[in-house]
Structures are given as C-alpha cells and as structure tokens.
C-alpha cells in the first residue's frame, strides 16, 4: 500500500512528466520561416506599383563559367553553358566566352508589386542582376549586410538573419534608384528594399 507523501511525490512527478511532454510537442515555431530580403516596387514618384514586364533576378556566384553563344541572323541568339552541335549544322555560328558564375532567384516574374530575394550566409556584398523580357539592358542591385544566426525556440531550429548596411544600384535599364527602408531581414516579411522604377504610375 502507498502511503500519502509517496502517492503525493509520484503525483507530482506524473504532473511534471506531463507539463514537459506538453511544452515540447506544442508547435511554436512560425508558419513562414522564409528569410528573404523583400523589393517592394515603386514608381519615380514614390506611389507602390505593381511592375507589369516579366522580371528575372540572378545573383553571381564564386568563380567563372565557359558560355557558348549562338547567333543566326533573323533568329534569337542563345546562351549556353554546353556546346550544342545541333546548333552549327542549323547554320547558327558559335562564339566561346567566360563569364562570372550565377544562379536565377526569381524567373520571369510578372505584376509582382514586390519579390523575396534570398541573401548570402558568408558573403558581406551581394550581387543581383535584374533584367527585363522587353529591355535588353539590365540593372545591377547591390545589398551589403552582415550575417547572424538567431534562435527564438530551440526545438525550431537555428535562422540565418541578416542586417543591411547599404544598398546601391547601378541603373541603366528600368530603375531610378533605391532605398532601404528597414535592414533587418528575417522571416517577417517586412518590406526591406524599395526599388523606384523610372516613370509615373498612370
């Protein structure tokens, strides 16, 4: 037979167990865990837009890549990152160059009024190439920002954060300028860039 202290110490111990068990299986951790660093999109004069032509953004890499370019007249020209022998019996003529190393973020992304890009974990200064399906130019975004692990919940996991210093952009095809208007990018979902198009929203 139990007496009352040991039911009441065994009582007690099922009651912590219990509290444990709980607070460990409950989910606190966010739905959208996404780090990314939101462009939201603007006219010249500052009124939000939503940018009609298809967007793509492409961020350099380390390193260098062999890109073989095929050109035709009254055709397209085509980039590739292998030889394509099909296109010399087509008649295309074949130029060979090196080019910095990249990889696409966002593909032909059209009437986006804003865009998550992801930010590096080690490099201090990105680089983003953004082009246009009806500009040949393109514009270049440049994000600096240091890097920091956070952690709100251990059983979540660790998140990659960062804190924007600067950002600047060598404009040329559809953008005037650009602003930060919050530096600190996490998965909240904040506006962090403003992009300003060149033109008045109609």
């Known amino acids: 037979m139990i007496s009352k202290n040991k039911y009441f110490v065994l009582l007690l111990i099922v009651l912590f167990v219990t509290i444990i068990n709980?607070?460990?299986?409950?989910?606190?951790?966010?739905?959208?865990?996404?780090?990314?660093?939101?462009?939201?999109?603007?006219?010249?004069?500052?009124?939000?837009?939503?940018?009609?032509?298809?967007?793509?953004?492409?961020?350099?890499?380390?390193?260098?890549?062999?890109?073989y370019t095929y050109r035709k007249m009254g055709e397209q020209t085509i980039e590739l990152d292998n030889r394509n022998e099909s296109l010399l019996k087509q008649g295309y003529t074949e130029s060979i160059s090196e080019s910095r190393k990249d990889t696409i973020l966002?593909?032909?992304?059209?009437?986006?009024?804003?865009?998550?890009i992801p930010l590096s974990y080690f490099n201090q200064c990105d680089t983003f190439i953004i082009s246009y399906s009806s500009i040949s130019l393109s514009d270049?975004?440049?994000?600096?920002?240091?890097?920091?692990?956070?952690?709100e919940i251990p059983e979540c996991g660790a998140y990659r954060f960062h804190s924007i210093m600067n950002s600047e952009c060598n404009t040329g095809a559809a953008i005037d300028h650009v602003e930060v208007s919050n530096n600190k990018v996490t998965y909240d979902g904040y506006e962090n860039i403003k992009i300003f198009f060149n033109g008045v929203a109609q």
């Open 22 to 67: 709980n607070g460990c299986s409950s989910n606190n951790c966010p739905l959208n865990n996404t780090v990314g660093c939101n462009l939201y999109f603007y006219d010249v004069e500052g009124t939000s837009i939503s940018y009609n032509d298809a967007i793509t953004i492409k961020t350099l890499l380390p390193g260098w890549k062999t890109v």
């Open 140 to 151: 270049t975004l440049f994000v600096t920002h240091d890097s920091y692990t956070y952690v």
């Open 106 to 116: 966002v593909n032909k992304a059209s009437g986006k009024s804003y865009l998550p």
